[in-house]
């Protein structure tokens, strides 16, 4: 087990949106706890009709319920509550797929580096498990960084990737149009927008606990996302 050091890892709020993810919201709280000291985790709970709730209430996280709908309105309401005296803030997913083993080092990063606001887990710098990222999604995610680059100038190997540590200051300053997975896209903007670099770091990539949320008119939303991004 990875013992968890204060002296090198800084107090540290984490960011999850749920939405009936009973299987993979226990081991994910449960690994952030590992890696992190005592991390501050804050669960945005899109109206679980299953054991969600009950699951990160038992693990010590603070659950809110979210008013709206979509990952990007979830993520707004918990940076509504992000502590201001935080330095970093986790982004992770409820799916138990990004491995919290990394995120010591993402933080680290951040420490050495004034310049970088944002830190990023890169699923495909390394080999792709083919059971976690199916072909289809992993040659959508590769046009989308392309045109990313192309009219946002933002050139990202993983640009929709659901593993990041951004600075708290810059977080409570961003005022969110997305409502759903156009997020992270709206996030790289910000963040270059702000004169900040953004660093990607090479990170394991997990199969899915449960139903995988993303659909076809997410991706409508997202190269939308980027359009708009591009005439701001």
């Known amino acids: 087990m990875q013992i968890p050091c204060n002296t090198i890892i800084p ?34 709970d899109g109206q679980s009709t299953d054991g969600t ?36 803030a986790v982004i992770t997913d409820a799916d138990f797929t990004y491995p919290a083993k990394h995120i010591p080092d993402m933080i680290r990063i951040l420490e050495k580096n004034p ?24 040659i959508g995610n590769k046009l989308i960084a392309l045109v990313h680059s192309l009219l946002n100038g933002i050139s990202l190997d993983d640009p929709l990737t659901g593993l990041r540590v951004i600075r708290v200051n810059m977080l409570k300053e961003w005022h969110i149009k997305s409502n759903g997975f156009d997020i992270e896209i709206e996030l ?32 409508v939303k997202i190269f939308s996302r980027i359009f708009a991004e591009a005439v701001l």
């Open 188 to 219: 790289n903007n910000e963040v270059e927008r702000r004169g900040y670099d953004i660093i990607e770091i090479p990170i394991g990539y997990r199969v899915r606990v449960g139903d995988k949320k993303l659909r076809v008119r997410d991706g």
């Open 53 to 88: 709730v009950e699951i990160a209430k038992n693990l010590r996280a603070d659950v809110y319920i979210q008013n709206g709908k979509g990952k990007g309105d979830a993520i707004a309401k918990a940076i509504g509550l992000l502590d201001p005296t935080v330095k970093y």
């Open 115 to 138: 310049d970088v606001g944002m830190v990023c887990g890169n699923r495909f710098s390394r080999r792709v498990d083919k059971a976690a990222v199916k072909r289809i999604f992993y």
């Open 11 to 44: 107090a540290t709020q984490v960011i999850i949106a749920a939405l009936n993810e009973e299987q993979g919201i226990g081991p994910t709280i449960s690994e952030l706890q590992t890696y992190l000291f005592q991390p501050n985790i804050i669960v945005v």
